[in-house]
């Protein structure tokens, strides 16, 4: 399954906001053996989310779009991911039942709006906030809210699988210049994805489907490399 996950939102792009959702998304993704290929973070503005969601839907098994949802003047992504579908904004008949026998909030006590979804959306409910999600095809549409999302997306994680990955690192002192050759003869010996991080030392990721052949990657590796000492 390969996968796009999309945030919304000005506060992220002005730096008001640090977007922990979509590095917390990619995370869960992975260790569900999900392949996450974009990561897009977009305004509150209805045409740009609407061609993203539009293209990303036609690309990608699965598409997650955070933020945006609500009543207030700038919570537009349902109206968006509408458009992208050439759908109309609708009340959601079951979602105002959620919040009336979940919540407490009758239909008086919400702002309009709040339970209006695209046409033929099945209903996420909001079991930490108020305004639900939906699921337009494969487009999962989720709060900004960094609790409420985690929520949401714990009702739908059984929907995101793919093969599992086994992961392991090797940590090496040496500058990740003079590693080139070595990933090379890695490669060539192992059918591993290999992936190099520097920092204050270089952090080596070791990755594939079938656990022993990372093991066996790993051993090969740390044999000639000089080992970072913490």
């Avoid at 209006?116 to 409910?125: C, E, N, S, T, V």
Wanted: charged share 25%; with cysteine; glycine share 8%.
């Amino acid at each position: 399954m390969k996968a796009a996950v999309v945030t919304v939102g000005d506060e992220l792009l002005a730096g008001d906001t640090v977007d922990t959702n979509a590095t917390w998304l990619c995370t869960e993704l992975t260790e569900r053996g999900v392949t996450v290929e974009r990561v897009t973070t977009l305004p509150d503005r209805v045409a740009d989310i609407a061609r993203v969601v539009n293209e990303y839907h036609a690309e990608y098994d699965a598409v997650i779009v955070t933020g945006g949802l609500g009543p207030t003047h700038d919570d537009v992504t349902m109206d968006a991911v509408a458009a992208a579908f050439g759908r109309e904004l609708e009340p959601h008949e079951e979602a105002a039942t959620w919040l009336e026998t979940n919540g407490g909030y009758s239909a008086a006590d919400l702002v309009k709006g709040t339970t209006d979804l695209p046409a033929g959306a099945r209903m996420l409910p909001n079991e930490a906030g108020v305004a639900p999600g939906a699921v337009v095809g494969s487009v999962y549409v989720l709060p900004g809210v960094p609790d409420e999302m985690k929520t949401m997306f714990g009702r739908i994680a059984d929907e995101f699988a793919g093969e599992t990955n086994h992961v392991r690192f090797v940590h090496t002192s040496e500058p990740e210049s003079s590693l080139i050759e070595r990933f090379e003869a890695l490669q060539s010996e192992f059918d591993v994805r290999v992936g190099s991080y520097p920092g204050d030392h270089v952090r080596v990721k070791l990755a594939a489907t079938d656990e022993s052949t990372v093991e066996a990657a790993v051993a090969w590796l740390e044999e000639r490399v000089e080992p970072h000492e913490e």
